[in-house]
């Protein structure tokens, strides 16, 4: 861990950020480099990239990244009749630790396209639904997408479906690996187009790291050659060095307080052994995820805000969105050995846009790998009419694994303003805060279209000659690791909890930026638009500060 500064606790610094992740990395680096002192809370560890490892059980069943069940449980139901169950498989999936869930993501990092910003006005509304406009727009956010590619580090190409880019990418895509060669076959014959994937994980060295070793440990694990573009190694260092900000790993924020005029004074904290602490700030930024800060927010009721900090809109929580995700499988007659290399080298986006014809609302996009390790796919990967057990069994697995390839179908999800985070009322975790309740059940033409896609993903890989395809029924999900839309933005009070600045419409000194302001969900890849949203806030709230 590098040195830093650290402030004394009676100290009252500029900015206390909540949430060392894809968004509160880039706000801390930002601020912290602009001049301001920055405190940022964290309530995971200070990993090093020595500190991963590629441990398919302590990843997957132990949750190491994540954080078990047992000290941090969820509850999950379909809907709000129901009563909330304790969960055995977190429903949310995130990352506790400094970078976040950049740390272990996969690393696709499409941008949104300009349909994304304006779908409601574009499409009309969809029965069922609160679907919106975005209050900015993709020309809009363009510039900090660019500054994303290469403050961040972004590998790839432009496509033939891309909006338009000020820039190229800072360097060139991730060399082809078996799944996107028999992307761009089944595509060619079906007169789809295949393309590089852009990808958070650099192909060259960059900006002083190192390029990508291919060890194939990257959805789910951290990356030890700093390859991986996390902001643990990207935009942390950098906050740090500027002498102006300290990153309080370990640190658990319970609430954040404010006065009897309404604005936040600083926020309430953990440290690793449970004692509490007072951080006061001049404005409090929330970027803990679209789970997290919904929840921060709902226990920092108080006086002025009996029903939660900044949700006067009564919208804290509510419209959760996880993007649908369904898959196809395919063997082939010869080896992949897709378990080496990145996940992704090609993607396709002909059926990104919403299509009336189709007959619901929806759009996605695929790509190429196989997200299973041995041990998962030992434990469920297998099709339908493969024994579960014997010599059979191990049959498939000796000669099937390295032979297998999966299209992972990645679409829209509306937004329902029943899909929410709430507390629990019966269950908490290991600090005695309130366990996250999801209450989540998909649109009915978000199933359709993950179905849509699912079949056209069965088309590609019979176009590829597949040998064999099978692929898990398609229904309403139960698990998402896109948190978004708890805290919409929006011009209206009445209608968003931050407007297109990210500030609180209720309190003037409160910003919340990360997954939790999106509108829409995009199409199933909302981290570079999250940090392109946090690099746009950093100049708002920089200069709202400074005029206050």
Same mark, same amino acid.
């Given at each position: 861990?590098?040195?830093?500064?650290?402030?004394?606790?009676?100290?009252?610094?500029?900015?206390?950020?909540?949430?060392?992740?894809?968004?509160?990395?880039?706000?801390?680096?930002?601020?912290?480099?602009?001049?301001?002192?920055?405190?940022?809370?964290?309530?995971?560890?200070?990993?090093?990239?020595?500190?991963?490892?590629?441990?398919?059980?302590?990843?997957?069943?132990?949750?190491?990244?994540?954080?078990?069940?047992?000290?941090?449980?969820?509850?999950?139901?379909?809907?709000?009749?129901?009563?909330?169950?304790?969960?055995?498989?977190?429903?949310?999936?995130?990352?506790?630790?400094?970078?976040?869930?950049?740390?272990?993501?996969?690393?696709?990092?499409?941008?949104?396209?300009?349909?994304?910003?304006?779908?409601?006005?574009?499409?009309?509304?969809?029965?069922?639904?609160?679907?919106?406009?975005?209050?900015?727009?993709?020309?809009?956010?363009?510039?900090?997408?660019?500054?994303?590619?290469?403050?961040?580090?972004?590998?790839?190409?432009?496509?033939?479906?891309?909006?338009?880019?000020?820039?190229?990418?800072?360097?060139?895509?991730?060399?082809?690996?078996?799944?996107?060669?028999?992307?761009?076959?089944?595509?060619?014959?079906?007169?789809?187009?295949?393309?590089?994937?852009?990808?958070?994980?650099?192909?060259?060295?960059?900006?002083?790291?190192?390029?990508?070793?291919?060890?194939?440990?990257?959805?789910?694990?951290?990356?030890?050659?700093?390859?991986?573009?996390?902001?643990?190694?990207?935009?942390?260092?950098?906050?740090?060095?500027?002498?102006?900000?300290?990153?309080?790993?370990?640190?658990?924020?319970?609430?954040?307080?404010?006065?009897?005029?309404?604005?936040?004074?600083?926020?309430?904290?953990?440290?690793?052994?449970?004692?509490?602490?007072?951080?006061?700030?001049?404005?409090?930024?929330?970027?803990?995820?679209?789970?997290?800060?919904?929840?921060?927010?709902?226990?920092?009721?108080?006086?002025?805000?009996?029903?939660?900090?900044?949700?006067?809109?009564?919208?804290?929580?509510?419209?959760?969105?996880?993007?649908?995700?369904?898959?196809?499988?395919?063997?082939?007659?010869?080896?992949?050995?897709?378990?080496?290399?990145?996940?992704?080298?090609?993607?396709?986006?002909?059926?990104?846009?919403?299509?009336?014809?189709?007959?619901?609302?929806?759009?996605? #996009?695929? +790509? =190429? %790998?196989? $997200?299973?390790?041995?041990?998962?796919?030992?434990?469920?990967?297998? *099709?339908?009419?493969?024994?579960?057990?014997?010599?059979?069994?191990?049959?498939?697995?000796?000669?099937?694994?390295?032979?297998?390839?999966?299209?992972?179908?990645?679409?829209?999800?509306?937004?329902?303003?029943?899909?929410?985070?709430?507390?629990?009322?019966?269950?908490?975790?290991?600090?005695?805060?309130?366990?996250?309740?999801?209450?989540?059940?998909?649109?009915?033409?978000?199933?359709?279209?993950?179905?849509?896609?699912?079949?056209?993903?069965?088309?590609?890989?019979?176009?590829?000659?597949?040998?064999?395809?099978?692929?898990?029924?398609?229904?309403?999900?139960?698990?998402?690791?896109?948190?978004?839309?708890?805290?919409?933005? #929006?011009? +209206? =009070? %009445?209608? $968003?909890?931050?407007?297109?600045?990210?500030?609180?419409?209720?309190? *003037?000194?409160?910003?919340?930026?990360?997954?939790?302001?999106?509108?829409?969900?995009?199409?199933?890849?909302?981290?570079?638009?999250?940090?392109?949203?946090?690099?746009?806030?950093?100049?708002?709230?920089?200069?709202?500060?400074?005029?206050?």
């Amino acid at each position: 861990m590098m040195r830093q500064r650290t402030f004394p606790e009676d100290q009252v610094v500029d900015f206390v950020i909540v949430g060392a992740g894809a968004a509160g990395g880039v706000l801390a680096k930002e601020l912290s480099t602009a001049g301001f002192t920055v405190v940022v809370h964290e309530q995971g560890p200070w990993r090093q990239n020595a500190d991963f490892r590629h441990d398919e059980f302590a990843t997957w069943f132990e949750l190491e990244l994540c954080g078990s069940l047992t000290d941090y449980p969820q509850t999950f139901r379909a809907s709000p009749s129901e009563t909330a169950q304790s969960a055995t498989f977190p429903p949310l999936i995130y990352a506790r630790g400094v970078g976040g869930s950049s740390v272990h993501f996969t690393a696709n990092y499409w941008r949104f396209h300009e349909i994304d910003f304006n779908e409601r006005s574009r499409l009309g509304g969809v029965p069922g639904a609160n679907l919106a406009d975005w209050p900015i727009t993709y020309a809009e956010l363009e510039p900090y997408y660019t500054k994303v590619d290469w403050e961040i580090g972004v590998s790839g190409v432009p496509g033939p479906f891309d909006p338009p880019r000020s820039r190229p990418y800072p360097v060139p895509p991730l060399p082809v690996k078996s799944s996107g060669v028999l992307m761009d076959r089944g595509a060619a014959k079906l007169g789809w187009h295949s393309q590089p994937a852009p990808m958070a994980i650099l192909s060259e060295p960059h900006d002083g790291r190192l390029a990508c070793g291919h060890c194939g440990y990257c959805m789910g694990y951290g990356c030890e050659f700093g390859a991986k573009s996390s902001t643990l190694v990207t935009m942390i260092p950098k906050a740090v060095a500027t002498g102006n900000c300290e990153v309080r790993a370990d640190s658990t924020v319970m609430r954040v307080e404010t006065d009897a005029s309404g604005r936040a004074t600083g926020v309430v904290w953990l440290d690793a052994q449970g004692a509490e602490h007072r951080q006061r700030a001049n404005a409090v930024i929330l970027s803990a995820n679209g789970a997290e800060t919904a929840r921060l927010l709902l226990m920092s009721a108080a006086g002025a805000y009996p029903d939660g900090l900044a949700n006067a809109s009564g919208l804290v929580g509510k419209h959760l969105m996880f993007n649908g995700q369904t898959a196809v499988f395919g063997t082939f007659e010869h080896p992949l050995n897709e378990y080496k290399s990145v996940q992704v080298t090609r993607i396709i986006h002909d059926f990104y846009d919403s299509d009336p014809r189709r007959g619901f609302y929806g759009g996605g #996009g695929f +790509d =190429a %790998r196989m $997200s299973q390790s041995p041990m998962l796919f030992a434990l469920g990967g297998a *099709p339908p009419d493969v024994p579960s057990w014997g010599a059979d069994y191990k049959k498939w697995l000796h000669d099937w694994y390295t032979h297998a390839v999966e299209i992972a179908c990645h679409t829209t999800s509306l937004p329902v303003e029943t899909n929410s985070v709430t507390l629990d009322p019966s269950t908490k975790d290991k600090w005695g805060r309130p366990a996250l309740r999801i209450t989540y059940r998909d649109h009915d033409d978000d199933v359709k279209m993950m179905q849509f896609l699912q079949d056209r993903g069965r088309e590609l890989l019979e176009a590829a000659e597949a040998v064999k395809i099978w692929a898990p029924p398609v229904g309403p999900q139960t698990i998402g690791a896109h948190l978004l839309g708890t805290c919409r933005m #929006g011009n +209206d =009070a %009445r209608t $968003s909890v931050v407007n297109a600045d990210h500030r609180a419409h209720d309190v *003037p000194n409160l910003f919340i930026c990360d997954g939790s302001s999106f509108v829409t969900s995009g199409r199933g890849q909302p981290t570079m638009t999250i940090q392109a949203l946090a690099f746009r806030a950093s100049e708002r709230i920089a200069e709202a500060v400074r005029n206050a």
